[in-house]
Structure formats: structure tokens, C-alpha cells
């Protein structure tokens, strides 16, 4: 086992659960679809922290502690992304409802049952190429 999650596989697991929700999406899974694209945002944005973690460092406990919960908008503040998602969410207004949307995702999702128009719209506002959370995150990570 490994010491920790590497930013190059964070990187690519957020990608994956994204290219899962989709086809889950076109599988009429709504509800795991939803629930795998909020799960790419969120490992986008610890990929995004990874950045942060220095060698031969130990970051403070509470950081750490952090790290490991699932509150998207909690994620962007420790990713130090405060205020490149205001100068986004500015400039572009589909982005910013896109990210309304998606910063309200809790991982309790996997317990409900996602109707088929909210995850088609949720999923796209991650998945979107112009105007999608997961598009924005890349540009940090």
C-alpha cells in the first residue's frame, strides 16, 4: 500500500467517475451517475490540493482532516481556488449556475433516489466543455 493518493491518479480517477457518470446516464442509472459526478468534482479539487502538499513536509493535522471530507465549496478554500472561482463565476454566468448547482452535492447522495432531468443537469454542468465545473478544475490541477 502506498503512502497517500498521488495528483497524477487523482487526476485521472475524477476523469474516470465523470466518463462513468456519463455512460450511467445513458444507462438511465440517474441516481449513480449524479452521485459519481459530484464524486469528480471532488476528487478534482483534492487533486488540486495535492499541489499544495510540499515534500518532506507534514501538513498541519487539521488540514489533513479537511482534505478527507466531501464539502465542494470547503475543497475550493483549500485548494487556495477562492478567488479564481469568483473571477469565473463573474465572467461567465453559465458557469456560475453550473457551479451553484454542483457546490450543493453531498456525498449522502448515494442514498436518494436522483430523478432523470436532475442528473442529466447536473452531470452536464461538471461534464460541460465551455462552461463545466470539471473543465474549470482542470486548468488548476
Request: charged share 25%; glycine share 6%; hydrophobic share 45%.
Amino acid at each position: 500500500m502506498g503512502l497517500g493518493l498521488k495528483r497524477t491518479d487523482l487526476r485521472a480517477n475524477a476523469q474516470g467517475k465523470l466518463d462513468d457518470a456519463v455512460y450511467l446516464l445513458s444507462d438511465r442509472r440517474f441516481s449513480n451517475a449524479y452521485y459519481l459526478a459530484g464524486y469528480a468534482v471532488e476528487i478534482g479539487l483534492k487533486a488540486c490540493i495535492a499541489l499544495q502538499i510540499t515534500a518532506e513536509t507534514i501538513p498541519e493535522k487539521a488540514f489533513i482532516n479537511a482534505v478527507f471530507q466531501h464539502n465542494l465549496k470547503n475543497l475550493v478554500g483549500l485548494a487556495g481556488l477562492q478567488e479564481e472561482l469568483k473571477e469565473e463565476q463573474d465572467k461567465n454566468p453559465d458557469f456560475a449556475a453550473n457551479w451553484a448547482l454542483v457546490a450543493e452535492w453531498s456525498e449522502q447522495a448515494r442514498y436518494y433516489e436522483i430523478d432523470p432531468v436532475t442528473a442529466q443537469v447536473f452531470v452536464t454542468a461538471v461534464a460541460d466543455p465551455r462552461s463545466g465545473v470539471l473543465r474549470w478544475i482542470k486548468t488548476f490541477w
